[in-house]
């Protein structure tokens, strides 16, 4: 299950980066088309880090933050992507973003499951 998360997640941020690049170039279709694509890999990402935290046998508190921070990095992922398409402004959702992902990333490579572990 930790492979489809890996997978999950990397792909998420492609679709991400594309949505927010095609919306920025002008084709908001392509951009729309790309946005839903992501909304169906944010589950994918929720649900398979949901099943590999419950696979845990000693859950603590890095998990759990991880996990929130996780959260919190699509939360502000999907933010920016509609803040930007309704014309508003999108610099605190990118800190966010950063932040998180940096949170993120940092306790994945750490915490044993992490893909430095594998």
């Known amino acids: 299950m930790i492979h489809m998360h890996i997978t999950s997640w990397l792909l998420g941020l492609i679709l991400f980066f594309a949505a927010y690049f095609l919306h920025t ?21 929720i649900v398979s880090g949901v099943v590999v935290m419950l696979g845990v046998s000693n859950l ?24 930007l398409k309704k014309g508003k402004p999108v610099r605190a959702f990118w800190i966010q973003f950063f932040i998180a992902l940096v949170i993120v990333l940092l306790l994945g490579w750490r915490l044993p499951l992490g893909v430095l572990h594998m």
């Open 60 to 83: 603590n508190a890095e998990y759990i933050i991880k996990g929130l921070g996780g959260l919190w990095l699509v939360a502000s992922m999907e933010m920016i992507l509609v803040r």
């Open 25 to 45: 170039s002008g084709n908001a279709k392509a951009s729309k088309i790309v946005h839903m694509i992501l909304r169906v890999f944010y589950i994918l990402i």
